[in-house]
């Protein structure tokens, strides 16, 4: 007599562009973990493609502001994934304390998140938040390392670390070397709203938005060349959570190509990247009346020659050509967008040139510095890891995104994971497990010793 076998309920809510990987990892597990998924979202026609007729998944329609809806499926599950976008994480999160449920995310944990520690710790909740690339891999490639300098009797000195979604080389031919792997939104408003802020060789450094993409530095990743990196907000937010109280050195920052910057720099002087108030007229401009806005009035002068000769642009500049390159001048085109910020037009702009295509390949690439100190002599390690996506779908930002939270998620039910409270994955406990099973899906660090050279001398 055959007993019947408990499946798993695992609810998945949301499911945007960094999802497939999830899903997939999640179908080729199901039969082996006894997993049944719902994928819940307000749109399902994406999730209905990634999982086909898999006997152990099911999609249904959810608006995460229907609260009797979202409360049944929360209730029926057994954990909770919220894939949806960083804000509306509050609200699956209130009904995971509630009804005693699990929840991991991706995403930074908010003050809001973390105001139920308390309540989770009580409960034996985890809620599992940062388990993404960055935040996330970065974390637990990071604190493997510095866990590991410190258990053989080095004192840390320094830490430096970068990120950045990029396009993958052979998909790499448009002249701002970029296109959006994941929200672009997040890309356009990148930098605001508070001044980079890091340390460097024991002196506080703060950089103002508006000088943000001006104060770059060089970086090259052996096998994918030379890229330029720009500071995060605040480098300081983990110095406690990673034990680096006591640095000289610590700065985080996001990676581009060679020259982003610069051209980028040219949106943020005009005011274009800003999302605070609202255009008039905006759903009757044209790209060219966008731009206009931003420049004086001249009776005789073109917008073009205005643009150049409000921010010193010479004709044979690159940065000319890639501003063309967008069309951005183009009077025939029209923003169709009702009520909506500068940063909400230039982003539907961006979108036109810098959407990927079918078989358009991303890429992610992570690189750490660590400096020490070890019987008396100063040592450096250098760290990176180079991800390929596949094609548009399944792309390297969904799998660097979606597998380790996919993984977090099977060890929490599996009772491997254990901490309560509202975390983020610095924990042995978490890390050693989940990036040893990422090595057998391809994603891994390259280390190796190098000259310790210390801080960047054009930032000191």
């Not at 901490?419 to 390259?446: A, C, D, R, W």
Request: include cysteine; aromatic fraction near 10%.
């Amino acid at each position: 007599m055959n007993s019947k076998i408990y499946m798993r309920n695992v609810l998945v809510i949301g499911s945007g562009k960094s999802s497939s990987y999830l899903l997939k990892y999640l179908m080729d597990k199901s039969e082996e973990e006894q997993l049944f998924i719902t994928i819940a979202d307000l749109e399902i026609e994406n999730a209905k493609k990634l999982v086909g007729n898999h006997k152990n998944f099911k999609t249904m329609v959810l608006d995460v502001f229907d609260a009797p809806s979202r409360t049944e499926a929360i209730k029926n599950a057994d954990i909770v994934i919220s894939m949806l976008p960083a804000r509306f994480h509050i609200e699956v999160a209130k009904d995971c304390i509630r009804f005693e449920k699990n929840m991991v995310t991706a995403s930074y944990i908010s003050p809001e998140i973390q105001a139920f520690d308390e309540e989770a710790k009580s409960k034996g909740l985890i809620l599992m938040n940062e388990i993404g690339v960055d935040p996330g891999i970065d974390h637990m490639s990071a604190v493997q390392v510095l866990d590991r300098i410190r258990h053989n009797g080095g004192k840390i000195i320094l830490f430096e670390s970068f990120t950045g979604g990029l396009v993958a080389p052979e998909s790499d031919n448009n002249l701002w070397n970029y296109k959006f792997t994941w929200n672009p939104r997040n890309v356009v408003t990148a930098g605001q709203g508070g001044v980079a802020k890091f340390l460097q060789e024991g002196t506080y450094k703060y950089i103002p938005y508006n000088r943000l993409f001006r104060r770059t530095e060089f970086l090259d990743i052996d096998g994918f060349g030379r890229f330029e990196v720009y500071a995060n907000r605040d480098s300081l937010k983990y110095q406690s959570a990673y034990g680096l109280d006591n640095i000289k050195t610590l700065y985080r920052g996001t990676m581009r190509r060679v020259g982003f910057s610069r051209a980028w720099n040219i949106f943020v002087a005009l005011g274009m990247t800003d999302d605070s108030y609202i255009m008039e007229h905006s759903d009757t401009m044209s790209y060219r009346d966008f731009i206009n806005s931003f420049l004086p009035y001249s009776p005789s002068d073109s917008v073009e020659l205005k643009l150049r000769h409000q921010l010193r642009i010479d004709q044979d500049d690159i940065v000319w050509d890639k501003l063309m390159e967008l069309d951005i001048f183009n009077p025939n085109k029209a923003v169709n967008l009702k009520n909506a910020t500068p940063a909400q037009i230039l982003q539907k702009i961006l979108m036109d040139s810098w959407t990927l295509s079918p078989k358009d390949k991303d890429m992610i690439v992570m690189y750490h510095k660590f400096g020490y100190e070890l019987d008396g002599k100063k040592h450096q390690i250098d760290a990176n890891m180079v991800v390929l996506g596949e094609d548009q779908t399944y792309t390297a930002m969904a799998k660097t995104v979606g597998l380790p939270v996919a993984m977090a998620t099977i060890a929490i039910l599996n009772g491997k994971i254990k901490t309560p409270g509202v975390q983020m994955p610095i924990n042995k406990e978490v890390y050693q497990p989940i990036l040893q099973e990422l090595k057998e899906h391809g994603i891994s660090f390259n280390e190796k010793e190098v000259p310790y050279l210390g801080y960047n001398p054009l930032n000191s």
